[in-house]
């Protein structure tokens, strides 16, 4: 039995069952960094009142200051705590002091010794102000050490994780997955994201997080160390990470710092608490200030992680639903370095495409060009290009502009469009193929408009330039690849300004097509319908 089964999937999201040795958890899953020595929420507080399915530690720092002891006791028994823990190595601590006092064998022994249920080799990690020269350094040390790893183990019943690096070097992070994605570990994870974050560079990230996905197998799961933000939850899960872990609850609360799912004020410039968990129900922010330092501290953190565990429900509901993209762009709107990172993702809208689900039992929204990524809309543009052939007996196209009630076909303005056909006769109106020019899909064969998901979206109008550019760019092409004699659009020039009808006015003149349009604004439905009568006759003479 695979340790990780996908019960759902929406985007690159998944909806799984991650088994370890001491329990089986749901993912997407966060891991609350725990710190023994100053934990504001105790390890049995965070399963019993919060829920939490797994945590984090890190053992390089157990190891220094208990050395021992949690081998003696078991890692669970030592913090108190009887669900699934993951451990880190202290290859943080390089990032951080430059090296640790500790070598990737003993580091490995001692996880083996404390009993992790999920545990990570000892990585050197890529850093953010780093030369290729370092970074090159660093992603072959790490695979070095990765390679090693399966002579030191001694177990076989720990989740071993097998990190990616490379950092902003999306070539170095690409081979890194490559290799690492080559040995069996059963878990991967991105290193080096904490400081590309901190920069606000939500774009990197978003490159970072794909490039890896790309390299390692589909089916193993990805963790993302230090995603700590509820803000980001959304973009990391779409994009296919599955884990992560946060000390960010902790100590943004020491800060006083209060989290939401949009991002952070300070408890010093709050007058209302926004959030209606348990803590901030009963409480103000006048009041908590008065309070003693750390009965602050503990009520934010608390806070804080009711807000990073809300959030990951929602995602999870968004992916049973089929709506992770609509939850993610409205969350990604909170911040523009964010909203920049959804727009990176058309660079890799083949890969996104590919792995998700092709229908859903909900249609979907369309809000602005940012959609254009969507898996739904690459997905039908491919099939439209690759697998469409028009009728054979089709020798002009007749475009017409979307129309709001849909399907298409059963719209009001189309019983016009029935009536134009009784006027021009049986024997030219066979000749005719009408299409709709829609936001966001392109051009829709009227044959296929019921066919998920053309008529099962809502489009936001007015349009913005950016899609109705993209609308008049799929009509160009597919005049281009067509072999139609002619062309004759009927132009809502109010919706689309002519950038329909220009770009395929130029298609028909590099293919030397004969092409007429026609406004929707001619005066009376009467004289429209003679006008294109007598356009799409022009077309057979």
Known sequence: ???????????????????????????????PVINPSNQPITCKRLKETFGCQALITNSYIIKKRFNNLPVEQGLHKFLDYDGAIMTDSGAYQILVYGEVEVSQKEIVAYQEGIGSDIATILDIPTG?????????????????RAKDFFKLKTR???????????????????????????????????????????????????????????????????????AGHPSMFALAVSLGCDLFDSAAYALYAREGRYMTENGTWRLDQMDYFPCSCPRCASETP??????????????????????????LRRIKQAIRDGRLWEHTEMRLHAHPALLSALKRVRTHEDFLQKYSPTTKSSGF????????????????????????????????????PQTRNKPFHKAPEF???????????????????????????????????????????????????ETAEYVAAQAAEY???????????????????????????????????????????????????????????????
């Open 365 to 400: 929204f369309y809000f602005n060009s940012v959609g254009l990524a969507r898996p739904e809309i690459t997905n039908y543009r491919k099939h439209l290009k690759e697998n469409y052939t028009p009728p054979q007996n089709a020798k002009v196209l007749f475009l017409v």
């Open 286 to 311: 006048e009041g908590l200030r008065r309070k003693a330092a750390k009965e602050r501290e503990v009520f934010l953190a608390e806070h804080n992680l009711h807000v990073c565990l809300a959030e």
């Open 156 to 226: 076989d019943d720990i989740l071993w994780v097998g990190p990616v690096q490379g950092g902003r070097h999306l070539d170095l992070v690409a081979s890194s997955a490559v290799e690492m994605g080559k040995l069996p570990f059963p878990i991967h994870a991105l290193g080096s994201p904490t400081e590309v974050m901190e920069n606000y560079r939500y774009d990197v990230l978003a490159d970072m997080i794909l490039t890896c996905r790309k390299g390692i197998p589909i089916e193993r799961p990805l963790h993302l160390f230090g």
């Open 1 to 31: 039995m695979s340790i990780f089964e996908i019960k759902e999937k929406d985007l690159l999201g998944r909806i799984g069952k991650l088994k370890t040795k001491t329990a089986t958890v749901e993912t997407p899953l966060l891991f």
């Open 415 to 465: 019983k016009k469009i029935r009536q134009l056909f009784r006027n021009l006769g049986e024997e030219l109106a066979a000749q005719v193929h009408v299409c709709v020019y829609a936001a966001p899909f392109g051009v829709i064969p009227l044959e296929l408009d019921e066919v998920y998901p053309l008529s099962q979206h809502e489009t936001a109008l007015p349009l913005d330039l």
């Open 128 to 144: 953010w102000k780093v030369t290729k020269e370092q970074a090159e350094v660093t992603v072959s040390e790490t695979l070095r």
């Open 479 to 541: 005049i281009k690849r067509s072999s139609y004699s002619g062309v004759v659009l009927l132009n809502d020039k109010k919706l689309w300004n002519d950038t329909v009808k220009n770009a395929s006015q130029q298609a028909c003149v590099e293919q030397s097509v004969a092409f007429d349009s026609v406004e929707t604004n001619v005066e009376g439905a009467k004289e429209m319908l003679n006008h294109l009568a007598s356009a799409i006759r022009k077309q057979f003479e």
